[in-house]
C-alpha cells in the first residue's frame, strides 16, 4: 500500500471512531433522559405492557424533556462531524493537497537534485543569480547539489543558498534540498572550502565505537547546517570487504560488516542531531567490488542470500535507526538480475523497500556516472528508475531530457501520474518535517 493510501486510510478509521463515540454519546444522553437516576421510569413517562415489546407513553413533561435532548444531541453530533472534518481536511491538505495543486511539470520536476551547472546548463557557478532565477521558474527540482567548484568561501555558499531559496520563494516553489556531500575525510566538500571541522577518513576511527561516529557526524551536520545546508549525502554505509577497492577504502566506516552496522547507524542519529537530513549510501553496498562507478560498469556477483548477512546489514541497521533517505548505486547485479541496482525492481521494491522495510525517500546515485550514462539516454534512465520503485534523480546528464522523458511515460502510459504522485509524496513529507511546505 502506497504512503498515500495508507494515510487515507488511517483517516477513515479515524472518522469511523467518532462516530461510533458520537453514537455512544448519543445513546448515553438518551437513556440519561429516560430514566431519573434510580433506574426507574422518570417523571411523567409510563411503561405499557402489550404482551410484546415494550413501548413507552409520554406525558407533557417527558416530551418535553425528551425533545431538549434531541436537539442537544443533534448539536453535539453536528460538532463532532465538523470537528472530524476539519481534522481530516487539514492532515490531508498539508501535503496531498500541495499535490493536487501542482502540474505534472512541477511534480516531474521535483523528483530531481541537480548541480547549479546542470540547472543552468552550463558555466561554473559560485553565486546564484538571475540565470538561477529563471532556470529555477523553468525547472522547479527539487534540490541543488554543491560540489567543492561551487564553494569560494562559508560566507559566499551561505549567501549562494540564501540568494536560492529567495528565488524559489518568489515563484512560489516548494522549498528546495540544499545538498552537499560531506563524509569527513576525503570526501568533504566543506572542510576543504569553506573551512568547516576537518576529520580523518571514518575508517581511522573505527576503533573508537559508536560515540565517535555519533559525535562526528553531530559535528559535521552542526557546521554545514549553519552554512545553509539542510541534506547530507552521508553516511557511507558500505563496507570495505575488499582491500582492492579503492572508491570506498576508507570512507567506509569498518571493513567488518557487523561493526560497519553498528557505527553507521551511530552516524545517522548523530547527522540528524546536527540538524541536517542524512543518506545512507551506496546501496546496496559498494565495498566488495573492484572497480568505480563513475567511469564504467562495475558489478557484483552475490545473490540475495549473501547480501542479507554482509552489506545489507549496515543498510537494515542504518535503516532502523530512521535514515531519511538511501542512495543506489549502480552496481550492476550480476547474482540477482544483472541490472544496475539503481533501475533493478528487485533490489529497489522488493529488497530495500519490502525486506528492508525503508519507507522513506529512495534517492539514486549521480546519474551521469558512465556505468549507467553510457548505456541509456537520461530521459530513459529516469523512466526506469521510477519504474524500478526510486523518487529522487540525481544529477542527471541533461535535465531537461530527463523531465520531458518521464514526462512523456506518462503521456503514453507507461508511467501513471498516480506513480509520481506516490514519489513527490515521500518527498514532500520528508521536506515538511523541517520546511513549510504549504506557502505558495
Known amino acids: 500500500m502506497s504512503d498515500k493510501n495508507k494515510l487515507t486510510a488511517t483517516f477513515i478509521a ?11 454519546m448519543m445513546l448515553s444522553n438518551g437513556l440519561n433522559a429516560n430514566n431519573n437516576g434510580q433506574g426507574g421510569p422518570a417523571a411523567g413517562v409510563s411503561r405499557v405492557t402489550t404482551g410484546g415489546p415494550s413501548t413507552t407513553k409520554a406525558g407533557t413533561t417527558g416530551e418535553a424533556s425528551q425533545n431538549g435532548t434531541t436537539k442537544e444531541n443533534a448539536a453535539n453530533t453536528a460538532t463532532t462531524e465538523t470537528v472530524a472534518t476539519e481534522a481530516v481536511t487539514e492532515a490531508l491538505d ?76 518568489e515563484e ?14 576525503t570526501v568533504a566538500r566543506c572542510a576543504e572550502k569553506a573551512g568547516t571541522t576537518s576529520f580523518s577518513p571514518m575508517y581511522d576511527y573505527k576503533s573508537e565505537g559508536e560515540k565517535t561516529a555519533y559525535d562526528n557526524a553531530k559535528q ?17 554505509a558500505d563496507t570495505w570487504s575488499n582491500p582492492a577497492n579503492t572508491v570506498i577504502g576508507k570512507r567506509a566506516y569498518s571493513d567488518d560488516f557487523h561493526e560497519a552496522a553498528t557505527l553507521s547507524s551511530s552516524a545517522v542519529k548523530g547527522f540528524q542531531d546536527g540538524g541536517v537530513f542524512c543518506t545512507l549510501k551506496h546501496f546496496p553496498g559498494h565495498g566488495n567490488t573492484s572497480g568505480d562507478s563513475h567511469y564504467g560498469v562495475v558489478y557484483s556477483d552475490k545473490n540475495i542470500a549473501q547480501l542479507l548477512s554482509a552489506e545489507f546489514l549496515a543498510f537494515r541497521s542504518g535503516i532502523d535507526a530512521g535514515a531519511d533517505m538511501v542512495m543506489v548505486g549502480h552496481i550492476t547485479m550480476n547474482g540477482v538480475d544483472r541490472l544496475p541496482a539503481s533501475i533493478s525492481r528487485i533490489m529497489i521494491t522488493s529488497e530495500l523497500r519490502s525486506r528492508l522495510g525503508f519507507d522513506g525517500v ?50 503514453e502510459g507507461r508511467l501513471s501520474e498516480e506513480r509520481i504522485d506516490e514519489s513527490v509524496y515521500r518527498i514532500l513529507e520528508l521536506k515538511s518535517k523541517k520546511m513549510d511546505i504549504t506557502n505558495k
Do not use: W
Open 14 to 24: 479515524l472518522i469511523a471512531m467518532i462516530v461510533v463515540i458520537g453514537g455512544v
Open 94 to 169: 498539508s501535503i496531498e493537497q500541495r499535490i493536487n495543486d501542482m502540474s505534472l511539470h512541477e511534480k516531474v520536476c521535483q523528483l530531481f537534485i541537480v548541480t547549479p551547472e546542470g540547472l543552468t546548463k552550463g558555466g561554473n557557478y559560485t553565486a546564484a543569480n538571475e540565470t538561477t532565477k529563471a532556470s529555477l521558474k523553468e525547472y522547479p527540482v527539487g534540490g541543488i547539489v554543491y560540489f567543492s567548484k561551487n564553494i569560494e568561501s562559508a560566507d559566499a555558499i551561505s549567501e549562494m543558498i540564501s540568494n536560492t531559496s529567495e528565488y524559489a520563494a
Open 172 to 185: 512560489g516553489m516548494i522549498p528546495l534540498f540544499y545538498s552537499v556531500d560531506e563524509e569527513g575525510g
Open 220 to 236: 559535521i551536520a552542526t557546521d554545514i547546517s549553519g552554512l545553509g545546508f539542510n541534506l547530507d549525502f552521508a553516511p557511507v
Open 362 to 411: 529512495i534517492i539514486t546515485d549521480s546519474l551521469s556516472m558512465k556505468a549507467v550514462a553510457d548505456n541509456y539516454s537520461s530521459g530513459e534512465l529516469a523512466v526506469r528508475v521510477l519504474e524500478a520503485g526510486g523518487d529522487m534523480l540525481l544529477m542527471p546528464a541533461d535535465l531537461g531530457a530527463a523531465a520531458t522523458g518521464v514526462e512523456a511515460a506518462v503521456a
